[in-house]
């Protein structure tokens, strides 16, 4: 690290951190944070705006899925994640708890044969109930590994320290990187050269990428990697279309305030005047495009006007397009994998063949 690079120990939440904004040191005696780029909070309202008028003044009106994660947005997602009708959560847990041992295996045997380290890189940052798993299976299992939660948020990095330093103390040691997901990925490939990479995309984030931008992202992430180095990415399968549809719209209507806060959000930031209780929540299955649609439909014909945006006509029945939540098969597992530039190693599912974590090789 350069003289004129300024480190600070930040005590949050009981534990120290170290942060620095460039260069990463080798030293995990207190959870260190390297700032790669943050979020420019006027920089996303900017955008935030731009893609409003752009979404509400196409023909199919339409939002994109990011933005329902403000502070409110992402406890509402917090709970539907706890919810029984929204089945991902549990069915990747039952697969890393029952599976975790061989998974690890998977992912560093290779690295372990050659002497290496393993640098675990979490993709964003989780709450880390399913990462804590895989963190106990390689501290079975005597691995030799640093962790690297790399996240664009500041404060989500920071939470999950937190989380993993009051479970595992100095037993796990942890460097948070802020940054994007493939800037930080290329950082730390950079900087800890003599470690084996093992990136984790856990969830089912994948399928909010529709098909050629989930290829796009992974094949960047492939071309983050070093040759041989492993990613272990989770997939939402295809089943019983109704099963899905009770995933995404809950007898409690969690889902549903969670589709409406982008609506109140929006409002709270924009002065706009959205009526909430105008709008019906659905969710439905995309037969042609294999995947799951949410949509806030207008019950009535209104006018909303969001200042220094625009004044928008929606006729009674008009819907905004939320989000997509894309499905796969084995088959489509294996194609994405083949265009992304990867090489299957194994797919793991669970017990009810509903979800899967797949474990590829750059």
């Not at 460039?22 to 935030?48: C, H, M, S, Y």
């Not at 899925?65 to 917090?78: C, E």
């Not at 069915?91 to 560093?108: G, P, Q, T």
């Not at 599912?349 to 509903?354: E, G, I, S």
């Given at each position: 690290?350069?003289?004129?690079?300024?480190?600070?120990?930040?005590?949050?939440?009981?534990?120290?951190?170290?942060?620095?904004?460039?260069?990463?040191?080798?030293?995990?005696?207190?959870?260190?944070?390297?700032?790669?780029?943050?979020?420019?909070?006027?920089?996303?309202?900017?955008?935030?705006?731009?893609?409003?008028?752009?979404?509400?003044?196409?023909?199919?009106?339409?939002?994109?899925?990011?933005?329902?994660?403000?502070?409110?947005?992402?406890?509402?997602?917090?709970?539907?994640?706890?919810?029984?009708?929204?089945y991902p959560t549990n069915?990747?847990?039952?697969?890393?708890?029952?599976?975790?041992?061989?998974?690890?295996?998977?992912?560093?045997d290779g690295a372990i044969?050659?002497?290496?380290?393993?640098?675990?890189?979490?993709?964003?940052?989780?709450?880390?109930?399913?990462?804590?798993?895989?963190?106990?299976?390689?501290?079975?299992?005597?691995?030799?590994?640093?962790?690297?939660?790399?996240?664009?948020?500041?404060?989500?990095?920071?939470?999950?320290?937190?989380?993993?330093?009051?479970?595992?103390?100095?037993?796990?040691?942890?460097?948070?990187?802020?940054?994007?997901?493939?800037?930080?990925?290329?950082?730390?490939?950079?900087?800890?050269?003599?470690?084996?990479?093992?990136?984790?995309?856990?969830?089912?984030?994948?399928?909010?990428?529709?098909?050629?931008?989930?290829?796009?992202?992974?094949?960047?992430?492939?071309?983050?990697?070093?040759?041989?180095?492993?990613?272990?990415?989770?997939?939402?399968?295809?089943?019983?279309?109704?099963?899905?549809?009770?995933?995404?719209?809950?007898?409690?209507?969690?889902?549903?305030?969670?589709?409406?806060?982008?609506?109140?959000?929006?409002?709270?930031?924009?002065?706009?005047?959205?009526?909430?209780?105008?709008?019906?929540?659905?969710?439905?299955?995309?037969?042609?495009?294999?995947?799951?649609?949410?949509?806030?439909?207008?019950?009535?014909?209104?006018?909303?006007?969001?200042?220094?945006?625009?004044?928008?006509?929606?006729?009674?029945?008009?819907?905004?397009?939320?989000?997509?939540?894309?499905?796969?098969?084995?088959?489509?597992?294996?194609?994405?994998?083949?265009?992304?530039?990867?090489?299957?190693?194994?797919?793991?599912?669970?017990?009810?063949?509903?979800?899967?974590?797949?474990?590829?090789?750059?």
């Open positions: 690290m350069s003289s004129q690079e300024s480190v600070t120990m930040v005590e949050t939440a009981g534990f120290h951190a170290v942060y620095e904004k460039a260069n990463g040191f080798d030293d995990f005696r207190k959870p260190a944070i390297t700032v790669l780029r943050e979020e420019d909070a006027e920089l996303a309202q900017a955008e935030f705006l731009s893609d409003l008028q752009l979404g509400l003044n196409s023909k199919s009106k339409h939002l994109s899925s990011l933005y329902f994660y403000d502070d409110l947005g992402s406890q509402l997602f917090s709970r539907i994640t706890e919810l029984d009708e929204y069915c990747e847990a039952d697969i890393l708890e029952s599976s975790s041992n061989e998974i690890v295996r998977d992912l560093v044969k050659e002497g290496k380290q393993i640098n675990l890189i979490e993709l964003g940052a989780g709450d880390g109930r399913k990462t804590c798993v895989l963190l106990e299976a390689l501290l079975a299992n005597d691995v030799k590994f640093k962790f690297f939660p790399v996240d664009i948020s500041r404060e989500a990095v920071e939470m999950l320290l937190h989380r993993v330093h009051r479970r595992f103390g100095d037993r796990v040691r942890v460097h948070g990187v802020v940054a994007d997901n493939l800037q930080g990925l290329s950082w730390i490939r950079e900087n800890y050269a003599a470690g084996s990479n093992v990136a984790l995309f856990l969830g089912s984030s994948i399928g909010n990428f529709p098909t050629e931008a989930a290829r796009s992202f992974l094949a960047g992430v492939q071309k983050s990697l070093n040759r041989g180095d492993k990613l272990l990415i989770g997939f939402d399968l295809l089943k019983d279309p109704e099963i899905m549809r009770r995933a995404y719209s809950d007898r409690l209507g969690v889902t549903a305030q969670f589709n409406y806060n982008l609506l109140r959000r929006i409002n709270n930031e924009f002065n706009a005047n959205f009526d909430l209780g105008s709008f019906y929540h659905v969710a439905n299955f995309n037969v042609a495009l294999g995947g799951m649609e949410s949509w806030l439909i207008s019950s009535k014909d209104q006018t909303v006007v969001i200042p220094g945006c625009g004044t928008f006509e929606f006729n009674s029945f008009e819907g905004i397009h939320t989000e997509y939540s894309f499905k796969y098969t084995e088959k489509s597992i294996s194609e994405l994998a083949a265009r992304s530039g990867f090489k299957e190693t194994r797919l793991y599912r669970d017990r009810k063949n509903w979800f899967a974590d797949a474990v590829w090789t750059a």
